[in-house]
Every structure is written in structure tokens, then in C-alpha cells.
């Protein structure tokens, strides 16, 4: 049985509907109000919310993979090798992998998180603040340091659904 | 008082007065109703609307949104032509103004009591259109010129059921004058819309047509044609526009009022009070209309072309005509 509606029915629903939510929001706007006076009053973001890219410099290899599947190439990154002197005279000397630039350009990115998903030492992340606009378009280009501060924001990862 | 009498006794410095008057209520008119629209779909869709500007409700949004646009730096495009492209923004003004002059405020406060009122009226507010074709043809666009030429002919498609209803009313009323109907339904006890709801709802519906508010705002088609024969406009000539057609859909539903509610009158309040009350009553009825157009805005979407041409010609232009028949033969046969 399929349910058959009046022709125009749905005219008559929608003009109702919209009398109803006016005036329920005009009149109980606490309970029904959808949104908030933003500058005043702050909504808290979902724990998953995409606001901004933490970086977690300690945990970086600089191997360039998240500058390397940026779709929109605003990840700079450079960095250069660290010979650490070999234990035991005659030893081989270690090498690492030393971060000197890692930026990211917020003005390009379109918070894909395609970096935080490809990063293999879980040294990006995603953070829920929002609040870092800029007068200037060329301010936009986060640092290092700056996207290692973003780092204390990163609330805990919530926990995997069963 | 002595002091008014005197100084409109001097036809220039009356002029100058009546000038002043109309150029306080168009715009105020407007920013009420832009205010109106803005707040209302808001709390439509649950979400709080301006409530910045001025502190409390956010009442001088409006306010604020004029003194930006006279910020605006006055573009002209340079394929444009320059004189009609000026002189359009003046035209859809003057139309608006113009449909002023024989709203019918109380008994008695009217600014001209025109024997042919009604008619005046619906050729006045065809030049509106005739402003916004001038807009879209000036602005040397594609997409102005598309949404000039929809609002022609939407203009052409709607213009006759709007005569037609409203000639239904002046049948009834055997007075074409604005004055004259409103006393023809003050003597006969009861608002034409009693017996014309045929002719109300087409009038209404021709005249949301009229106003190219949505659901028929083709001319302007934000998702197709930008802006319509507005996306050339910037700064006070985009203002004009836009006073204009907020003061429109005042004027149309205060001629409808007019027509089909009753007008300055309401049913028990005696004369001497109508005196002061009938403009208060008047508002009030029209505001009643000017919300449930920003109601349907808010509600339906846009028709398409084809849909917007049959529902005139396949379906309201039949019913008025008859509804004129019908009215006809029962005012010979009453």
C-alpha cells in the first residue's frame, strides 16, 4: 500500500510548519533556538571537529608525506640529516631526520585531513579551535611553532565505537 | 494648526512639505518591512537574525545597511549604457512613490481621491517593471538582460488576472475611486473578500507575481542569473531597488486591503474614532499581508518558467475572467 497525499497538500505542511517553529523560537527561544549570538555567546565544537592542525614536532620524521598528498600543496616542510657520532670508535654514525621548517597555509588549505590521516607517526592532529582569522591574508601561514602550540588544544582521542 | 493651514496655503512650500513626507515614510516603510523579513525568517528557521547592530533585537540593522550602501563606490560598467542605466534605479522609485498617491489612509486622508483610483493604480505599478527592464537592458549583462525580459513578461502574464480581480471588486462596488470602495464596503456592511475569495487569492497571487517576491522571483534568480537585473548595481542605486521593493509590497498589499478587506474600516468602531484610527487600521491590515508574503518567501520555492507561464494563462486568467462573468451577472440579477 503506498500512502496517497491530496494533490497540494504540501503547500499547506510547509506554510504550517514554518508558522509553528516561528512561533515556538519567538516565543520559548532558549529550548528552540538553533544557533547562538556568536561573538557573545560560543557553541562548544564536536570532539572530532576540524578547526585547525596541531603538529607534534618530537614526533615528526620530516618523510614528507603529508606535504607530498596535500591536494592543495599548502604544507611546507624542510628539514636536513643529523649525524649523531657512532657509539664505539669504528661504529657506524646514526642518522635523523632534524625538522627546520614545518608550515602550514591555512589562507590554501581546504581541511581535508587527508595529512592527519597519512601521517605514520601520528604527528599531526586534528584540533576543534576556530578562532584564528587574520587581517591579512599572508598571516594565515601557521609555523611550526605556532602549530606545535595548537597541540595543547587537541582534546583526547574519544573512544573507537564497538 | 493655524501655522499648517498657512504655510499649505503657498502651493511651493506644500510641495516641499508633502516632498519631505513622502520621503520619510517610503524609506522608514521599507525598513520596517526589510527588517521584518530579516528577524521573521530568522525565528522560520529557528535561528536568532540580526541582533547586532543598534543592541537590543538588533532594530538598527537596517540602519546600518543603508550607511553601508552609501559607502559603495558607484559602479558603472563600461559596456552600460550610461543615461538609462542612471535613470532606471529613479523610475522603479517613482512607480513606488507614484502608487503612493491613492492608498486611501482614513476617511478623508487620502493624497488624491482619483476617479479612476483603482486604475491608476495597477497602470502605475506596471512601471516599476518598466524601470526593471530599463536596468536589465542598460547593464550590458547577459544575466541582467535574461532577468530584465522575465520580469517583462512575467509582467505581461500576471498584469491581467491583477485587472480582472480587481475589476470583480469595482462591479461590486460601481465606483472605480479608492474612496469609493472602501465606503461601498463600509454601506454594505461586510468586506468584499466575503464574496470575492476568488478574487483575493488570485489577486494576491498576481500580486507576488507583481513584486517578483518568490515563489515567482525569476527576474532575480539568485542561483541562475546571479542577481537578475540587479547584479550591475552597487552603492545607493542597488538601495533604491531595494527600498523600492519593500515600499512595494506595502503599496500592493494596502491596495489590496483596499480592495477586499475593508480598507481604514473595521466593524464596530465609530466614526469619530476612524478619523484618527483608519491609517492605524489600514498598516495593520496591510502588515497582516506584507507577513504572509515573507510566509510564502520563506515557505515555497521558486516555479520554473513553464510553470509560472501556465499557472497565469492556463489557470488564473480562466478564473478571474469567470469570477468577472459571474460577479456581473449577479450584481444585474441582485
Known sequence: ?162 | MELLTDLMSNFWIALVLKLLVVALIIPLIGMVIGFAEMKLSAKMQARVGPYFAGGRWGWAQLIADGVKFFQKEDLIPRDADRPVFKVAPIVVMAGTVALFVVIPWGPGVIFRDLDIGIFYALAISSLTTVGVLMAGWASGNKYSLIGGLRAAGQLIAYELPLVFSAVAVVIMAGTMSMQGIVEAQVSAGYPFVLLQLVGFVVFMIAALAELSRIPFDLPIAESELVMGYLTEYSGFRFLFFFLAEFANMFSMSAIAVTLFLGGWHLPGIPADVLEFAGPLILIGKSFLLVFAMIWFRWTFPRVRQDQLQSLAWKWLIPISLANVILTGVFKVVL
Open chain 1, 1 to 162: 500500500m503506498s500512502s496517497r497525499t491530496v494533490p497540494g497538500s504540501g503547500l499547506w505542511k510547509g506554510m504550517w510548519v514554518l508558522l509553528y517553529t516561528m512561533v515556538r523560537t519567538i516565543f520559548k527561544p532558549k529550548k528552540y533556538l538553533a544557533t547562538v549570538n556568536y561573538p557573545k555567546v560560543k557553541e562548544t565544537p564536536v570532539a572530532r571537529a576540524r578547526g585547525v592542525i596541531a603538529l607534534d614536532q618530537e614526533a615528526c620524521t620530516v618523510c614528507m608525506l603529508c606535504a607530498r598528498n596535500c591536494p592543495d600543496w599548502c604544507i611546507y616542510i624542510e628539514g636536513h640529516k643529523e649525524e649523531i657520532p657512532p657509539d664505539k670508535p669504528g661504529g657506524r654514525i646514526k642518522v635523523r631526520n632534524k625538522l627546520d621548517r614545518f608550515d602550514i597555509d591555512y589562507a590554501l588549505c581546504m581541511y581535508c585531513g587527508i595529512c592527519v590521516e597519512v601521517c605514520p607517526f601520528d604527528a599531526l592532529f586534528w584540533s576543534p579551535e576556530y578562532e584564528y582569522s587574520e587581517a591579512q591574508m599572508g598571516d594565515m601561514m601557521h609555523d611550526m611553532d605556532k602549530l606545535q602550540d595548537w597541540l595543547a588544544t587537541v582534546p583526547d582521542q574519544p573512544e573507537l565505537e564497538k
